[in-house]
């Protein structure tokens, strides 16, 4: 751990010895990355997976936090430069310093607390009460594939399958507003994400293998093939496809090699990901020419825009005040329409940029900036250590699989953490929602099914699914 961790520090001095820019600011920042960099290593070298935990924190410490700097220290920014708000970075530093320390409080306070994780056999389970889990497996699997066809009934298969510039290219021939067939493409490849992870779980870790949990596999295989399909996907679709992929249906292998896959992964977020990029999909004809950028202009990409959406949202709230949670029960209520609520928020990130006087209003919001944004400071912080608890308790509920309802939500999480931490909350909830929907679908069907089998009586606690 030690040289892993000698070594990022010496990248923090190449990146810090890229201009003279802002000085106080670049130094709370740095101080960030090393508080952010500490629970980072320790989610690479810890003997648990800990896949959620280095989902959310590679994010985090190296597209958040380091990028941030990269861009505060040579004072270049990616979106509209000399419209950022100079004077707000001092600000914007502190909040991220100090969320970045409340999440490191919360996190290393749960693993202080909590004994290495060490998978537990999970309670035995009568053959009529595994053919109810399978039979809620298979429902909620075919549900996802018969969503799935409804939206190829309405937008046909070339917006599924294809290049990002074909699906688009669909998508526009179909007519319908912009915002429909996003939030029904998100839903469909949160669903089918969704359906992979309950029956890769039922499957491989809960031992249920039959016709239901068969044909089940087979229907979640096609619907994630089909809706998440990766030549079409943006980066964090391909994550959080990848991670629920290896997390439910090969976790031995990836626990295997996951030290060296999660300690290489900041090299490929800067190196591999700007020369996929290569691989053009937004036009016709697909280009091959290869073009390597240095990890440094890589932190210049407007993915890493975090500190600059930062600054942002402290000018918003400087001039209107926090929201006092109304930003965030509009993203958990995304799915009410503008029509029936009038008073809900647009995106955190493209109110805060528009103040600004940004052109572009499709910028991020990362998660302690939501929370600044309604709670102030206090919100910032508590929510911050919160989180961090949060995200290390899914890793402990992972690895122990006592709970499958709970290893189903940590494989989901991590699929989803960057896209979460980056934000903006209301732009981006739809999606773990979808998936999340679906497994609180499992777990309810399956409650019910064993409910009705012991009369009006209650369910002895270990024949539960959990």
């Not at 919160?386 to 189903?408: K, N, Q, T």
Request: with cysteine.
């Amino acid at each position: 751990m030690i040289p892993f961790y000698l070594l990022n520090c010496l990248g923090l001095v190449i990146v810090f010895d890229t201009g003279d820019a802002h000085p106080f600011a670049s130094v709370l920042l740095a101080i960030s990355f090393l508080v952010s960099l500490a629970c980072f290593s320790h989610a690479v070298f810890s003997r648990s997976l800990s896949a959620t935990s280095f989902a959310y924190l590679l994010y985090a410490t190296y597209g958040f936090i380091l990028a941030g700097l990269m861009q505060v220290r040579s004072d270049r920014f990616y979106w509209i430069n000399n419209a950022v708000r100079r004077e707000y970075i001092p600000d914007a530093a502190v909040i991220v310093l100090l969320s970045t320390l409340a999440f490191a409080l919360g996190y290393f306070c749960r693993v202080a607390g909590r004994p290495a994780p060490v998978e537990k056999p999970l309670a035995e389970v009568s053959p009529v009460q595994r053919e109810r889990i399978a039979r809620a497996t298979f429902v909620v699997c075919l549900l996802a594939f018969c969503y799935l066809l409804l939206g190829l009934r309405t937008y046909g298969v070339p917006a599924f399958i294809g290049t990002r510039f074909t699906t688009g290219v669909a998508l526009a021939s179909s007519g319908g507003s912009t915002a429909t067939y996003g939030l029904v493409f998100t839903l469909t490849r949160g669903m089918a994400i969704a359906s992979m992870v309950i029956a890769g779980y039922v499957l491989l870790r809960m031992r249920i293998r039959n016709n239901w949990t068969l044909a089940a596999m087979a229907l979640a295989c096609v619907t994630l093939c089909i809706a998440n399909f990766p030549p079409a996907l943006p980066r964090f679709w391909l994550i959080a496809t990848v991670l629920a992929v290896l997390m439910s249906t090969a976790k031995g292998w990836f626990l295997r090699w996951k030290t060296v896959l999660f300690a290489a992964a900041p090299l490929l977020m800067f190196g591999l990901l700007p020369f996929l990029q290569a691989y053009n999909r937004r036009t016709e004809s697909v280009s091959l020419n290869v073009s390597f950028t240095s990890p440094l202009e890589g932190m210049m990409h407007g993915d890493y825009d975090g500190v600059q959406a930062v600054v942002n949202v402290f000018g918003l709230v400087a001039q209107e005040g926090i929201s006092l949670g109304s930003r965030l029960l509009s993203a958990l209520l995304f799915f009410v329409p503008r029509s029936v609520w009038e008073g809900k928020h647009e995106h955190t990130g493209s109110e805060a940029a528009e103040l600004a006087g940004f052109n572009y209003l499709n910028i991020s919001a990362p998660l302690p900036a939501e929370l600044f944004a309604d709670f102030h400071y206090v919100g910032a912080i508590g929510g911050m250590l919160l989180f961090g608890w949060l995200i290390r308790a899914l890793d402990d509920g992972y690895d122990e699989a006592r709970r499958p309802v709970i290893s189903m939500m940590a494989v989901i999480m991590a699929g989803f953490a960057p896209i979460i931490g980056r934000g903006p909350m209301l732009g981006v909830i739809a999606a773990p929602a979808s998936a999340l929907f679906l497994v609180a679908l499992w777990w309810g069907l399956s409650r019910l099914v064993l409910a009705r089998r012991h009369g009006h009586g209650p369910v002895p606690p270990m024949e539960r699914p959990r």
